[in-house]
C-alpha cells in the first residue's frame, strides 16, 4: 500500500475556524478517498509524541502546546501518488507563498497556523497513520 496512503491533520486553527467541511471537501474534490478519519484532542504529551522528529528543534515546545490546545481532524487518505499528490493540494508550509488554490492559501493564517498537516514521504505516511489508527480503524 505504500504510496497510495497520505496522512493529514486538520490543525486547530483551521478546525476552531470552522474549515472542516470545507477543507475536507478540497480533499474529496481532488480525488482522495477518506480511509480513516476522527475528530479528537491531543493531550500534550501525545502531541509531543508525534512530533518527536522535532525535539531538538527551537520551536518544538511552542509546536507541541498550539497541537494541543483544541480539537484537531486526523485522517488517512489513499490515492494513487498520494503523499506528493496531497503535498501540492497544501501548497507551502508558509501560506503567503503557497499557490492559488491550495489548502494553505485559502484556510491558513500564517507558517505556524498552517491550517493542515501532511505526510511527507510513503514512509512518515505509514508511521503517522499508524500513530492515530489501527488497521481496523481503516476501510
Do not use: C, W
Not at 497541537?67 to 501540492?88: E, F, H, Q, T
Not at 491550517?115 to 500513530?131: K, L, M, W, Y
Amino acid at each position: 500500500m505504500a504510496g497510495n496512503i497520505t496522512f493529514t491533520m486538520i490543525k486547530p486553527d483551521a478546525v476552531e475556524a470552522n474549515n472542516i467541511g470545507p477543507i475536507l471537501n478540497m480533499i474529496n474534490k481532488a480525488g482522495f478517498k477518506i480511509v480513516a478519519m476522527k475528530y479528537m484532542k491531543l493531550s500534550g504529551a501525545q502531541a509531543g509524541q508525534f512530533y518527536a522528529v522535532h525535539k531538538e528543534r527551537p520551536f518544538y515546545g511552542e509546536l507541541t502546546e498550539y497541537m494541543s490546545n483544541g480539537p484537531i481532524v486526523a485522517a488517512v487518505l489513499s490515492k494513487d501518488n498520494a503523499v506528493a499528490d496531497y503535498r501540492k493540494l497544501i501548497g507551502a508550509t508558509d501560506p503567503s507563498k503557497a499557490e492559488e488554490g491550495t489548502i494553505r492559501k485559502t484556510f491558513a493564517k500564517s507558517i505556524a497556523a498552517n491550517a493542515v498537516h501532511g505526510s511527507d514521504s510513503d514512509e512518515n505516511a505509514e508511521i503517522e497513520a499508524n500513530f492515530f489508527f489501527s488497521q481496523l480503524e481503516r476501510f
